[in-house]
């Protein structure tokens, strides 16, 4: 673990990497720039996912819904109330966070592995639900346009704007998040993922860790619904089914249970990758679902394990690769 | 009026469905003292050791830590009353480091909030100086050479006193040790022994115990409890116990 220590200086450097970003949108075409932005809306969604089946090692598959309330938190409030967008962010946020709350009630009550999977997927499927039904508010299966997004009175009307607005949202959840991990708490998690019992008896209150991270996860995700709003100004319930789920869990089990950097690589990975096969037309889906297995059969700790191996600065204190 | 004793149980019943599995048992254990538990399987020594450690809701009778009720509380309350429990099946977290386990088990001593560490405070002060203890424990235990290792890579005798120093962490006045030489070898046994000696001897801790390897058990106990069919049968010094008619036939059963 002397690496792990040695790389803390170097992680400094990480804020290299947005930095480096920031001159992107002048050598991307409009489409490249919506590709580069959605995998940012994934990089919030994929974290909250992550902390809660990664970190915390509960079955939960309701990340759908924090992320279908968040977008529509935001889609709502910006087209009947008029609100500007970076105004609906936080409470798309609460919402987001008050849905894990509720999502965290079975397992707080005990339930645990595929009676907890299966109970949060119907919390995720009533939601899509609600979308439909609930046509006054969303449109119903119609769905519901997403007015363009101001940011301080700034209009964000195309992808090269909002992308700055995405990488600076990215970078204040990523580095919230990143402390988080780094201090008892990511050691909570591997403990209270490792042997509940035994974090209990260390005077670790796994109740609260479990409502708390469910919570900070709901709302993270909710944030990432705000981007996916107006990233694509247009939302229905389609955009929040068992589909949408199934790319989530594949963004954390491609990028690494448990990892902050695998959150942010298979966000990256599991948008961009389809975008590359494009080109064999008919196969895209062939082409991608066999990486997957592949990535999946060799790396099983998620490609944040190989960059693990690959520099101590990428060792992250509580993730073992 | 002096001191109440460390731990204190009266009439402590624990039923499961129609089977009293712990029946009235009474005993006490004081500051320093080492008390072992014993009995065949079957007995109530792990559902009587889960009601002192809240894993268990005794259903009657008292439960008294320092003269304080605790027969309703919850694990984590209790163990932040200082009567720390480990495992019978090892309770380490496998992939967290020997002293990242210890880091857990001062983990409320640790004072970082959620919402500072979000909005920038920094815990590193806190964070260091509890790294610095865990350490100086390991050492004081020999077993500091293995700090840096995974817990579920260490020997079963490395990995009991590694508990036995996460249990320790807070400086409990009180240690509840459920079978921790379960698969160690003679010279672990031997070395597990010492350190539940020194930590009564040196540091005051009482200890309740429950052991299966009856050499340990009359090595360090100053006291043993036999339990049998729920009930306490013995209640005396080791060379006392053993020479009791009632544990004998615990043990061999009756004719």
Redesign the interface.
């Known amino acids: 673990m002397a690496g792990a220590s040695q790389g803390t200086g170097l992680r400094r450097l990480f804020w290299v990497i947005p930095l480096a970003m920031l001159p992107l949108p002048l050598w991307l075409n409009p489409y490249q720039q919506y590709v580069l932005n959605t995998a940012l809306v994934y990089v919030p969604v994929g974290i909250g996912f992550n902390l809660v089946v990664g970190n915390l090692g509960l079955l939960a598959f309701s990340n759908v819904a924090y992320f279908g309330l968040g977008a529509y938190t935001s889609g709502i409030l910006t087209a009947s109330l008029g609100l500007p967008w970076w105004l609906t962010i936080i409470p798309a946020a609460i919402v987001g966070g008050i849905a894990g709350f509720v999502a965290s009630i079975p397992a707080l009550r005990g339930v645990r592995l595929f009676y907890l999977a299966i109970m949060t997927l119907a919390f995720g499927e009533l939601m899509r639900w609600t979308y439909i039904r609930w046509e006054t508010l969303t449109g119903g299966s119609m769905g519901m346009a997403v007015p363009t997004a101001t940011l301080f009175g700034w209009r964000l009307d195309s992808d090269r704007s909002r992308f700055y607005a995405f990488l600076i949202l990215t970078v204040l959840v990523v580095a919230a998040t990143d402390r988080l991990l780094r201090s008892r708490f990511g050691r909570a998690f591997m403990a209270i993922k490792d042997n509940e019992l035994a974090a209990a008896a260390m005077g670790i209150r796994t109740d609260r860790y479990i409502v708390l991270t469910f919570a900070w996860g709901g709302a993270v995700v909710g944030i990432g619904g705000s981007m996916f709003a107006i990233s694509v100004g247009h939302l229905s319930p389609v955009s929040f089914d068992l589909t949408e789920l199934v790319l989530q869990f594949a963004i954390i089990m491609v990028g690494g249970l448990g990892s902050l950097a695998g959150s942010i690589i298979g966000a990256a990975v599991i948008t961009v990758l389809p975008q590359i096969f494009i080109s064999f037309p008919g196969f895209e889906e062939l082409v991608f679902g066999l990486l997957i297995i592949l990535i999946i059969l060799f790396l099983p700790r998620g490609l944040a394990s190989l960059l693990a191996r690959l520099h101590p600065a990428f060792v992250e204190r509580y993730y073992r690769g | 009026m002096a001191d109440p004793p460390l731990l204190e149980l009266r009439d402590v019943t624990v039923r499961f469905g129609g089977l009293i599995a712990v029946n009235a048992v009474s005993f006490r254990v004081n500051k320093g003292e080492i008390c072992a538990l014993i009995g065949p399987n079957g007995a109530g020594k792990t559902s009587l050791f889960n009601a002192v450690?809240g894993?268990v809701i005794a259903n009657s009778g008292s439960i008294l830590f320092r003269g304080e009720e605790i027969r309703q509380l919850?694990?984590?309350e209790i163990?932040?009353r200082g009567a720390?429990?480990t495992?019978q099946n090892g309770?380490?977290?496998?992939?967290?480091?020997a002293?990242?386990n210890v880091?857990?088990?001062l983990?409320?001593q640790?004072g970082?909030r959620?919402f500072g560490?979000?909005f920038g405070r920094r815990?590193a002060a806190a964070?260091r100086d509890a790294t610095a203890r865990a350490r100086v424990l390991l050492d004081l235990m020999g077993v500091g050479a293995i700090a840096?290792q995974?817990a579920g890579a260490l020997s079963g005798g490395q990995q009991r006193i590694v508990e036995i120093v996460?249990?320790l962490a807070?400086n409990p006045p009180l240690l509840l040790l459920d079978e921790p030489a379960v698969g160690l070898s003679p010279p672990a046994r031997q070395q597990l022994a010492d350190v539940i000696r020194r930590l009564a001897r040196e540091r005051g801790v009482g200890i309740l115990l429950i052991e299966h390897a009856i050499e340990l058990v009359m090595s360090v106990a100053d006291r043993v409890i036999v339990l049998t069919e729920g009930r306490k049968v013995a209640d005396a010094p080791p060379a006392e116990v053993r020479a009791d008619r009632a544990v004998l036939e615990a043990y061999l059963g009756h004719a």
Not at chain 2, 91 to 97: P, Q, R
């Open positions: 450690s894993n919850t694990p984590h163990s932040a720390r429990r495992f309770g380490l977290f496998a992939d967290l480091t002293l990242e880091l857990v088990g983990h409320s640790v970082s959620f560490l979000l815990s964070e840096d995974k996460r249990a807070t």
